[in-house]
C-alpha cells in the first residue's frame, strides 16, 4: 500500500467516522459491541497467552518446550490433527451424500432421512460416547450380537471416528444441501443438453461447482473435530490421547493451569489456520453466492440404479443414527444400561427429583444466551456487510474468531479472565451466559450474512432514505426479512448452549449447573441410566423449543418464512 | 429547493487488484433547479448512479461537497436528507403490504395515525392505486409496483426525489406509459428531481434539462434539443442518438459561417465554434434522418452519390447503409409507405441540410 | 427514537453484570466431594450444628487455582473434599492455616497432617470390579490379585486410568511402586499390557466399562463400582491380595477465611463419630476414616482391605517421573 492509499484509506476513515458522529446511536452500538468483543473474546485468549508464555513472572517458553519435549503430547497434536482430517473427509462424504440425495433423487422415505440427516446435531455428550460402545464394544449389539465379532477394539481411533463422523456430518450436510439447492438444476439441465452423460455431468459440472462448498464443510468439520471433548474423552483411552482432552486433564487432574494454557495454545494452532484459510481463501473460491431463490432441483440427475444405490447407503447410514438414539432411549427405561434392561421409570425419576435444579439454570442460561447470540450475531452481519465504520472488519473477524477456538481453550481462558475484581464472574451465570452468547454469535453471523446476502440492499436503502435510522432500520426492515437466518441462528445456537461441555465444564458452580456437566458427573458416578434419562430430556427439550421457537418467531413477525431445521 | 454537486469525487478501492483505486465519481459539478427535473444519461459504469447515492447520502463522496437548498449535508446520514428514492429495483419491503409501505416514511416522521390513513389514501388514488391498499407486494405486478414505490417516495414531500432507472425494468410499452406518467407527477406537485437512466429516449422525453456523463466526468449539460444538436463532443453524439461523421478541412472563416471542403465538395455550415482555423480538419456531424436521399438521375452540383448496400425496413422507417466511396453512412428516411423502398446496390445521390450539421474538431482517438 | 433497542441494550448489560454477593454469615466451602454427596453430608453438618452452609462445587485442579487467585481476598473458608495430596500442596502454596482438632486424635497418621493443615475424613480404596457375566463367558473367576490379571483369561479385557491423566491412575502405579518396588512394578505393568484393553483418560471410566460388558475388569476408586451395584449391574467388587492404594480426601480451613470458626465446627463435626456415621447413612460409598466409625452394608470391614501404606507426600514428589517413566516404559511400550 502506497502512502496515497494510507492517506486515502485514513481520509474515508474520518469521514465514516465524521458520519457516525450524526448517528449517535450507532456509534454507541459500535462502540458497545467493540468493547464486548474485546472482553468477552479476545481479552480470555489473551489471558490464556499471557499465562503459558509467563509461567513465574517472567517471560519463557519453558512450558512450550517441555510439553513439545514430550512425546505423548506431539502424539496427542498428531492424533488430533489426524482424527481432525479422518473425520472431516469421512464426514464431508457422508454428508455430499445425503445432500446429493435429497436433493437430486425423487427416492421414497425423504422426510425420514432428512431427520436422521439432522438429528445427531443434537447429540448429548458422553451418552453418545456410551451408546456407541454399546453398539460396537465388545460386547456391542453390532459387533458381537449381529457380527458375531470377538474383541472388536473400540477404543482408539476407530471408535472416535465412528462417534465423531456421527456427530458432525450432520453440519456438512446442511452446508451441501444449501450448495447444492442454490445451484438449481438448470446448469446439470444445460450440461446433459450438451450431451453429457449423468456421470459426466455430476463430474464435469456438480462436482467442481460444489467444490468450494466441500472444501468449506471441510475445515469446518476439521475444527469441530479438533474441539470435540465428549467423544474422545471416553472413547480415546491412553493409547490415543487427543488435545482437547489433554487441555482438561492437565488443569483438572494435573492441577497445572498454565500447562494447561500452554497446551491450549497448541490446539489453537491448528484450528485457527483452518479458519483462516476457510475464511479468506475458500469463501473467495465460491462461485455461487447465494443469490435468488432455490430453484427445482433436477431428479434426472442419476439413473434409477445409481438412485437406488444412494437411497441404500443413505438408508443404512439413516438406520445407525436411528438405532443409534434407540439405544439411549432404551438407556433411559432401563434398569442398568447394558446390563439389566427391565422397563423402569426409576431414572426419570430420580433425574426430576436430583436435576430439577439444573435443568432449570440449562434453560435458564440457554434461553437468555441463545436469542441474545441470535440478535448479536444478525446485528454484526447487518453492520459488517451493510454498514461503513473503521474496524469494521476487525469487528467481523473478532466476533467469528470464537468459533475456531476449541470450548476447553475457552473455558480456561473465562476462568483465567473472570475470576479476580472488577471481573469476579466465576460462579454466576452471568459467565456461563457470556460464553455459549461469544461462542455462538458466529452461527448468528454466517446465518445473518447469508440472509442478507439475499436481501437486495437497496430494500434497507429504501428505509434509510425514508427517514429511518439505522437501528430502526434494522429492527424495523431487516430483522423481519431476516427470520429464515434468524431462525436457524437461533436454533443452531440454542442446540448447542444445551449440548455443549468443553467450556462450560470449567465454568459450572452449585448455583449453577448445567444438564450436560449433569450428564458427565452421573457417567463418572455409575448412573448410566440417569445419565441416559437426563440425555432423553435434553432432547425433548430441544425439540420442543425448536417448536416454540418456531411459532414465537411466526407470531413476532407475521411473516412467512421457510422453516430450514427440522 | 435546489441540489447542488460542488467538484465531488468518490474513489473506490478496487476489489480485483489490491491496493488499486476506481474514481467512479471524477470532479462532478452540477445543479438542479427548483422544480426542474434533470437527467444523468451515460453508459453502465459512468458513476452516474454513484453521483445520485452521493446526493440521497449512501456514499459519502471523497472530496467535494453536496447541497441541497443551499445546505451543506455532505456529511448528514441518509435517513436525515429528506430526500427520497425510487430504486431500480423498487425496494418494496415484502413483508408489508403496499399501504404500510407506503405509511413508512410518515411514520418515521412521527406522522398520527389519522394524517397517515388519510394522506396514503390521497396518495394512493393519485397513482391509481387505491383499493390495493392491503395487498402484499408479491401480489402486485410490475407497473403496480413501480407506483407503489413512487407514491412511497413522494408522500414525505421530499426536498428532492431521486430516480434510479425506474422504469428499466418495465417492459417497452408499459414503461413508455410509466416516463408520461412520472413527468405528468413531477410537473403537477414541482418537486426538484434527479433522474438516472441509460436510455437517451427516455432522458429526451422526460427531463428538462440533461446532464451527460462518461467515465466519471460532466460531458455535457443542456436541454435535451440542445445536446441532440450540438454534442459538445464526439462521445456525447455517439451517445445520444445515431451520427455519422464526416470529415473536412476548412477553407474559409467568416462571421457567421465556415466553408469547408469535405471531399472535393464545398459546404457552407453555420459557425458555432471559434477554435477552428483555416486549413484545420473538422469532424462534421450529420444525423440520419437529415440524410435525404434520391435515385441518381446525372449528377448535380452539391449532392453526393453513393451506392445502397442494405436496407433495413422498420415500419415507420427505412435505414439505409450506404457506401460513399468506401465510407459507410447511415441514412434513415421516414415513411417508407408513402416514399417506397429503395433497393440494394441501387445508386443513390444524397444531401442534407447544412444548418443541420453540427463541427466539432477532428480527432482521430475518438474522444472528440 | 427506539426505545425497543434501548432496552434491550439495558437487558444485556444488566445480565453481564455479576450477581451481587448473597448475605453472609454463612460457611462458605469450596467442595471437591461430588455435589450430590456434599450436599448430603453438609445438610447434616447443618442439621447438627446450625451452622449454615453455603457451597459451590469445583474439581480439585479449579478449586486450587481459585483459592490462589483469591489470596488476597479469600472468598471462602474451607476446601472440601480431594485427595489429602492436594491439600498437601495447598499448604506449600501456604493458602491454607493449621488447625489441629481435638477428634483428630483418633486417626490414624496417614489421615492427618502433623501440624494441623489438613484432615482427612473419608477414604476410598482401589479396587477390581469384575463383571460376571462377562468373566462367566470367560471361565474365570474374579481377579485376587494383581498377578491374577496376567492371566490369558484377562487377555483385553481389563481397564485402568491412565497415570498420565488421572490421580486414581497414579495411585494404582505409585501404590504397586510401593508394593513390588519400583523395577519390579514395571516390569509387572510390562506384562500387564497385553490384559489391559485401554487406559482411561478418566479415573472414573474403567468401573462404566466393566458394568456394560465392555471390560471385564475395571480398576478404580470404589464408590462408583457400589452405585454401580446398587443400580444393579453385575459386578462384583475384589482387593488384590498384594495390595492397594487409597484416596482420603481431605479439608482444609482456607488461609484468611472470614469465617474460621465456623470453619473449625465443620473440621470438629467430619470426623466426629456422628459425622462419619452420616457417611454411611447418607449411601455416600465412602470408607469412614474413623476406626469405630460404622460401615455399611455389604462394604468389607475396613481392616479387611489390604491397603499400602500409602504416602501421599511422598508420591506426590515422584510424581513426574513415575508417571514420564510409565509413559516411555509402558505406554509406547508394543502390546
Known sequence: MGIQSVARWWDQSVRDLRRLRDEPLLLVAIAALFGLLLLFILYPLARVLTVSLFPDGAFSLRLYGQLLGSWFIRQAFLNSVAMGILTAVGGTAIGFLFAFTLTRTDIPGKSLLTLAAILPIISPPFVSALAIILLFGNNGLITRQLLGLQEFAIYGMRGLLLAQVLTFFPVAYLTLRGVLESLGGSLEDAAMNLGATRWKAFRRVTLPLCLPGIASALLVLFIESIADFGNPLILGGSGFPVLSVQVYLQVTGMYDLPG????????????????????????????????????RAVIRAASPGVQWLLFAACGAVALFVLLFYATILVGAFSRAWGADHTPTWRNFGYVLGVGAQAIQDTLIVAVTASPLAGFLGMAIAFLAIRRRFPGRRALEFISILNFAVPGTVIGIGYILAFNQRPLLLTGTATILIANFLFRYIPVGIQSGMAGLRQIDPAIEEAATNLGASTPVTFRRITLPLLVPAFFSGLVFSFVRAMTAISAAIFLVSADWNLMTVQILSQTEAGRLGAAAAFSVLLILIILAAIGTIRLILGQFFEYRYQATFG | MSVVLENVTKVFEDGQRPGGHVRAVDGVSLEVSDGELVTLLGPSGCGKTTALRIIAGFETPTAGRVLIDGQDVSRLPPHARNTAMVFQSYAIFPHLTVSQNVAFGLQMRGASKDEIASRVQAILELVGLAGLQHRSPEQLSGGQQQRVALARAIITEPRVLLFDEPLSNLDAKLREQMRGEVRKLQRRLAITSLYVTHDQAEAMALSDR??????????????PLEIYARPANRFVADFIGRVNFLHGQVREVGPDRIRLDVRGRSLEVPVQRADLRVGAVASLLVRPETIRLAPVQGTGPGTFVGTVRRVTYLGPTAEYEIDWDGTPLLAVSGSPLEHGLLSEGARVAFDFPAATVHLLPHAPDGTG | MSHGWLRYAILVLSLLVPVAGRAQERLVVYSSVDEENAKKLLDAFSKATGVKVRFTFLSSGPAVARIEAEKGNPQADVWYGAPSENHVVLKEKGLSQPYLSQGARDLAAKFKDPEGYWTSFYMNPLG???????????????????????????????????????????NMVAALVLIMGEDKAFEYLKKLNPSIQTYTQSGTAPSKAAAIGQAGVGIQFTPAFLQLIEEGYPLKITFPREGVGFEAPAISILRGAPHADLAKKLVDWSISLPGQAVLTDARTYFFPVHPKAKLAKGLPAFDEIPTVNYDAIWAGKEKKRLVDRWINEILRAPK
Not at chain 1, 483452518?274 to 473460491?285: D, E, G, M, N, T
Open chain 2, 210 to 223: 440533461i446532464i451527460v456523463m462518461n467515465a466519471g466526468r460532466v460531458q455535457q449539460a443542456g436541454a
Open chain 3, 128 to 170: 477390581f470390579a469384575s463383571n460376571l457375566k462377562v468373566l462367566e463367558q470367560r471361565k474365570t473367576p474374579p481377579p485376587a490379585s494383581w498377578a491374577d490379571l496376567l492371566k490369558p483369561e484377562f487377555r483385553a479385557q481389563v481397564q485402568a486410568p491412565s497415570p498420565q491423566t488421572s490421580g486414581t491412575g497414579y
Open chain 1, 260 to 295: 494447561g494454557a500452554a497446551l491450549a495454545v497448541i490446539l489453537l494452532v491448528p484450528s485457527v489456520i483452518a479458519f483462516l484459510v476457510q475464511r479468506y481463501w475458500v469463501s473467495r473460491k465460491r462461485y455461487v453466492t447465494v443469490s435468488g431463490k432455490p430453484t
